[in-house]
């Protein structure tokens, strides 16, 4: 079974960034894979897909400020977050399609 480990999470103000990673311990290659947030308080919603192609989507709240991307020699994804706002802040996960894994998630929080 593939694992899935976040990093990169953090304090931050708003209007700074962050670059999220997402290891994987097997092969990404065949997996769509996403990353989803969860505020304290609220359900965990989608933030943003990429397919084994790299076709991505995004939640409209992050379009224009998000962006997720795949390596798959590393079998990392990242979610580089440009423009943050202190509504970003939530617990960010990464899951993995093919698998219907998560991973443990990692705090970003914006400071206003």
């Known amino acids: 079974q593939v694992q899935l480990v976040e990093s990169g999470g953090g304090l931050v103000q708003a209007g700074g960034s962050l670059t999220l990673s997402c290891a994987a311990s097997g092969s990404i290659s065949n997996s769509a894979m996403g990353w989803h947030r969860q505020a304290p308080g609220r359900q965990r919603m989608l933030v943003a897909t990429i397919s084994t192609g790299g076709s991505t989507n995004y939640v409209d709240s992050v379009k224009g400020r998000f962006t997720i991307s795949r390596d798959n020699a590393k079998n990392t994804v990242y979610l580089q977050m440009n423009s943050l706002k202190p509504e970003d802040t939530a617990v960010y996960y990464c899951?993995?399609?093919?698998?219907?894994?998560w991973g443990q998630g990692t705090q970003v929080t914006v400071s206003s």
């Open positions: 899951f993995g399609y093919s698998w219907y894994v």
